[in-house]
């Protein structure tokens, strides 16, 4: 059973730039979850998508947005990117609720120059 | 709100000695507990997790944690650790009320040494 697939694992980008990321949730999951983690706030909710509806939100700017698709891939969105955005992106997949058990991918590393 | 707080950021240990990791939470309303592991370069991998009924719960790699509701604690133990067990350790928490989000502490880094 594959795991959650998280693409690119690895991106460089300049400042003022946009950027998507990519996860591919275990089949049959319909919840998908994102987190940024970095050394100064460590790991951070970014927002929680189900069966294409976000239902969850954590306390980030506009820059930052998402949707899913039909089959559960979801993709992150940022925009005007900071450099205080360079982090690891780290999704998460699981059947509905959290508590049921969430599988995380390896990560996005992003670095903005 | 709920938070999370880790008192140690590091722990160094022998190998074969016993550990605890200490982990701490806020919350007004009743929650659910987590532990994750990160080892380099990869994403976490959960251990163990209270949802209710026993306090102490049993999970993976032979780590086990006990929920204290009085002190609010979920520490982490292992009784005889290994060199393989070197990796960064989060606990989490949600609440049942807003279960699709979890909360993270600041992380314990484990260090095994020979």
Redesign the interface.
Same mark, same amino acid.
């Given at each position: 059973k594959a795991g959650v697939t998280q693409t690119p694992r690895y991106l460089i980008k300049t400042r003022g730039q946009q950027v998507t990321l990519s996860c591919s949730p275990i089949s049959g999951h319909r919840s998908v979850s994102w987190y940024q983690q970095t050394p100064g706030q460590g790991l951070q909710f970014l927002f929680e998508y189900f069966s294409e509806t976000q239902r969850n939100k954590g306390n980030f700017p506009g820059r930052f947005s998402g949707r899913q698709f039909s089959n559960s891939r979801s993709e992150m969105n940022v925009s005007t990117l900071e450099l205080g955005d360079s982090a690891l992106y780290l999704c998460a997949s699981s059947l509905g609720h959290i508590n049921t058990e969430a599988f995380f991918g390896q990560g996005t590393r992003l670095t903005v120059v | 709100a709920q938070s999370v707080t880790q008192l140690d950021s590091q722990v160094p240990v022998f190998e074969e000695a016993p550990v605890e990791l200490r982990c701490n939470y806020s919350s007004s309303v009743s929650v659910?507990l987590f532990w994750?592991v990160q080892y380099p370069? $990869?994403? +976490? $991998? +959960?251990l163990l =997790?209270y +949802?209710s009924g026993s306090t102490l719960v049993k999970g993976i790699n032979g780590f086990e944690a006990e929920f204290n509701k009085s002190q609010t604690s979920f520490h982490l133990r292992k009784p005889s650790v290994h060199i393989s067990d070197t990796a960064e350790y !989060?606990c989490?928490v949600?609440s049942r009320e %807003? &279960? %699709? =989000?979890?909360? !993270? /502490? &600041? /992380?314990t880094r484990l260090q095994v040494f020979p």
């Amino acid at each position: 059973k594959a795991g959650v697939t998280q693409t690119p694992r690895y991106l460089i980008k300049t400042r003022g730039q946009q950027v998507t990321l990519s996860c591919s949730p275990i089949s049959g999951h319909r919840s998908v979850s994102w987190y940024q983690q970095t050394p100064g706030q460590g790991l951070q909710f970014l927002f929680e998508y189900f069966s294409e509806t976000q239902r969850n939100k954590g306390n980030f700017p506009g820059r930052f947005s998402g949707r899913q698709f039909s089959n559960s891939r979801s993709e992150m969105n940022v925009s005007t990117l900071e450099l205080g955005d360079s982090a690891l992106y780290l999704c998460a997949s699981s059947l509905g609720h959290i508590n049921t058990e969430a599988f995380f991918g390896q990560g996005t590393r992003l670095t903005v120059v | 709100a709920q938070s999370v707080t880790q008192l140690d950021s590091q722990v160094p240990v022998f190998e074969e000695a016993p550990v605890e990791l200490r982990c701490n939470y806020s919350s007004s309303v009743s929650v659910y507990l987590f532990w994750y592991v990160q080892y380099p370069n $990869q994403g +976490l $991998q +959960l251990l163990l =997790k209270y +949802l209710s009924g026993s306090t102490l719960v049993k999970g993976i790699n032979g780590f086990e944690a006990e929920f204290n509701k009085s002190q609010t604690s979920f520490h982490l133990r292992k009784p005889s650790v290994h060199i393989s067990d070197t990796a960064e350790y !989060f606990c989490a928490v949600s609440s049942r009320e %807003d &279960t %699709d =989000k979890l909360i !993270f /502490g &600041t /992380g314990t880094r484990l260090q095994v040494f020979p």
